[in-house]
């Protein structure tokens, strides 16, 4: 009897404590009865207008407005009880898939308000833009792709979100829902005899769709990308690969830069006459490295732009760039519209314009550059002559090196510095007394 | 009573003297150790460079143009390969003083990137443009080309860099099959080694006294080893970003691992378990700096080679503890 008396008692206490816990976190600023929300209204009317639409968040709805702000202060703006960038976290906790295999920047930042009106909206999910109007705000590049495309992709209309998870994505990379071979089955049925004719009785049924296909849609039959190999448009896969019939179908014929000799044979003479090689182009991978075999959206069928392309592997180049450009942008928004007369990055590496100054393939010069001479490189867009008149080139010896001839190279850093007019020391006088060391102070 | 005292006076004498013992044992491990501290920390302590000289020409005065390859011997040998040039050219250097600079010119090499002298100082070159390796006499002539005998299937590759062991064995690193192919003296095919999955781009390889075979990878910063009786390479280091920017050459001498940063105009020192033990030199063009270094050579004395290609000449440094 004791014991039951016990329990009881254990039960009424930890029965009361919970409600007392829950009236709290319902109440905690002690409003009078019926006084939430309702007394914010009173001021606020404004927003009696915007609790009219259609789609309201379920704390504004219940007039639990200090699930967000706090009435009294706050160290963050809108008097949020919270980091605006952490406070819908404390809701909406699984909005993020655990592990994700991709997540949405924005979700990342916790910048949730750049999609949803945290208040009310006309659209559903209290979204800001109803469907892909919201989405192609910041893809802008797809928006144009989509709306120019000739042959469209019949679900990009019907919303990114058919096949994007606009939070993030624990299966595929891009936010896609699922794996991107199963996420393209769901919808087109590879046991179909059409879909074996079109992929010349190939066993892709499993490959990567996205090799050739441009889910956004593309201006060639079949939303292939704008550039195809033309054996693939031809449709003369046995060019590469075994023939449809042999159990290793999908392998191909050769490997490496091998393989694509047998056509580019003019190309890989001259590359294989050069001095000096992109090895890459001779590893493995070969020519696969930079391009893709089928289709793909840049030219030339590269696998991306330039910049990006070059920066897979030149990753300290990239990754300077990207510092260099980020301190201009700095120091010319401190100067506040005065002149800062010099740059600090190169503009053809910041436009992706790495063919400008090298050949992607081989050259017979240093760094694989396009021209032996640094001097005649540069003046294909720079008329030096113009800009100083130091005695350079060949018969001139930089008297740092009795090796080396002076030339543009000798006082700038055509990738970049970090200091202004792309040369290596921080003030002019700093460079010239390099040389000129009887005027050093 | 005086039984008892008798008996606890045993008894403490008992503790006493095992704990005695205990103290001596924890003394000798504690002196052991302290003696041992100084070793491991020699062991572990990196190296600096201290610039000697540097080499500009040939015995005629012929400027040296972008080398890229140099190999050195404890035999004072010291090959350049003299890549812009398309030509080796031999020197020797002793007592801190360089000799020779004879030119090897001929037409089964052009743009040699890399160089490598065996015991018997027998020459070998890496032919950047032809892609082959060729095999010279010590006088400097002409032998034979590196032809692996006996390399299964495939047996198409690529040479990117290659080394030989003490022993005379050559490592051809074949970026075209994605290994490293292990030949005796003669050529003959021994075994091969895969490179690691998920590598960026093997840019060179190496080989300590002991067999072990290490890989840079110039795209992921890290360093590959595999043993003497390994048949795989696993990561040596986690990604060495942080402290260079664009590693192209590795060689290693008396436990110690040297990284050329091609980029950065440095060298990465590293212990023979991988650990960074800091950095030598910076990038410029004044003697002592270099300026898009290429191969590294440190011979048994303890003197520095590098190609420094940039700046088209070959510097000379000594390790100082």
């Known amino acids: 009897m004791k014991l039951r008396l016990k329990w009881l008692f254990l039960a009424i206490l930890v029965m009361s404590l919970l409600t007392f816990s829950h009236s709290y976190g319902q109440n905690k600023f002690k409003l009078k009865p019926g006084a939430q929300g309702q007394l914010c209204l009173n001021c606020h009317d404004t927003f009696k207008e915007k609790l009219k639409n259609p789609f309201v968040h379920t704390p504004v709805k219940t007039g639990d407005c200090t699930g967000c702000h706090n009435p009294h202060t706050s160290s963050h703006g809108k008097l949020l009880a919270e980091n605006p960038n952490k406070i819908c976290v404390k809701c909406h906790e699984g909005i993020v898939p655990q592990n994700p295999k991709s997540v949405h920047p924005v979700v990342m930042e916790g910048n949730c308000v750049k999609c949803h009106d945290p208040h009310a909206s006309k659209y559903k999910f209290v979204l800001l833009k109803p469907g892909n109007e919201l989405c192609l705000d910041c893809h802008k590049s797809i928006g144009d792709a989509v709306a120019k495309a000739r042959f469209k992709h019949a679900p990009v209309d019907k919303g990114c979100v058919s096949c994007h998870d606009p939070h993030g994505s624990a299966k595929e990379r891009y936010l896609l829902k699922n794996e991107l071979v199963s996420l393209c089955v769901s919808c087109h049925r590879t046991d179909q005899p059409s879909f074996s004719k079109q992929h010349m009785n190939y066993p892709v049924a499993k490959s990567n769709c996205s090799s050739c296909h441009d889910a956004h849609g593309s201006n060639r039959a079949g939303i292939l990308f704008d550039n195809v190999h033309p054996p693939v448009a031809n449709k003369v896969c046995t060019q590469c690969h075994e023939a449809p019939t042999s159990p290793d179908a999908l392998k191909t014929k050769r490997t490496g830069f091998e393989l694509c000799r047998g056509c580019h044979s003019r190309m890989m003479n001259d590359v294989f006459s050069k001095n000096r090689i992109h090895w890459p182009l001779v590893d493995q991978k070969g020519c696969l490295n930079c391009h893709k075999p089928h289709a793909s959206p840049q030219k030339n069928l590269l696998r991306g732009d330039m910049n990006s392309l070059c920066g897979k592997c030149h990753i300290d180049t990239l990754e300077s760039q990207k510092k260099l450009a980020e301190k201009e942008k700095q120091e010319n928004a401190a100067a506040k519209g005065r002149v800062v007369k010099g740059i600090l990055t190169h503009s053809p590496i910041q436009q992706g314009g790495c063919d400008a100054c090298h050949s992607s393939h081989a050259s017979d010069s240093d760094f694989l550059l396009k021209q032996p001479s640094v001097i005649k490189l540069c003046e294909s867009c720079h008329d030096w002559s113009k800009h100083t008149n130091h005695p350079m080139g060949e018969k001139v010896i930089d008297p740092r090196n009795k090796n080396v001839t002076t030339q543009c190279l000798s006082c700038h850093i055509s990738h970049g510095s970090g200091y202004r007019y792309l040369i290596p020391f921080p003030t002019v006088t700093d460079l010239c007394n390099q040389c000129h060391k009887q005027y050093r102070r | ?321």
């Open chain 2, 1 to 321: 009573m005086k039984r008892v005292e008798m008996r606890f006076a045993q008894v403490s004498v008992m503790k006493n003297r095992k704990g005695d013992h205990k103290l001596s044992f924890f003394l000798k491990v504690f002196i052991v150790a302290l003696l041992a501290f100084p070793l491991t920390s020699f062991s572990a302590e990196t190296v600096k460079f201290n610039y000697l000289q540097s080499v500009y020409f040939d015995e005629k005065g012929g400027g040296l143009k972008q080398p890229e390859g140099v190999a050195c011997n404890e035999k004072s040998l010291l090959v350049v390969g003299d890549t812009g040039n398309d030509r080796l050219v031999r020197y020797t250097f002793q007592d801190k003083i360089l000799r020779g600079g004879s030119d090897i010119h001929m037409p089964q090499l052009s743009s040699p990137i890399r160089v490598q002298v065996n015991s018997k100082g027998e020459i070998f070159a890496l032919d950047g443009k032809k892609r082959h390796i060729v095999r010279l006499t010590p006088e400097g002539v002409f032998k034979s080309y590196v032809d692996p005998v006996g390399v299964p299937s495939p047996s198409a590759f690529v040479p990117k860099s290659f080394r030989i062991d003490r022993s005379d064995n050559i490592y051809i690193l074949d970026i075209f099959t994605a290994r490293v192919l292990v030949l005796d003296p003669d050529g003959k095919y021994q075994r091969q080694i895969p490179f690691p999955k998920d590598y960026g781009f093997i840019s060179d390889l190496s080989v300590d006294s002991k067999g072990t075979v290490l890989l840079i990878d110039c795209v992921k910063a890290m360093v590959f080893s595999a043993t003497k009786e390994s048949n795989s390479f696993s990561p040596l280091t986690k990604s060495l970003r942080e402290y260079l920017s664009f590693p192209t050459s590795v060689t290693e001498s008396r436990g110690i691992i040297y990284i050329v940063d091609q980029d950065g105009g440095g060298i990465v020192i590293l212990g023979a378990d991988g650990a960074f033990m800091g950095r030598q030199l910076s990038k410029g063009w004044n003697e002592g700096l270099l300026y898009f270094p290429s191969q590294i050579c440190v011979s048994e004395k303890g003197e520095v080679f590098i190609a420094d290609r940039g700046n088209s000449r070959i510097q000379i440094f000594t390790l100082v503890k």
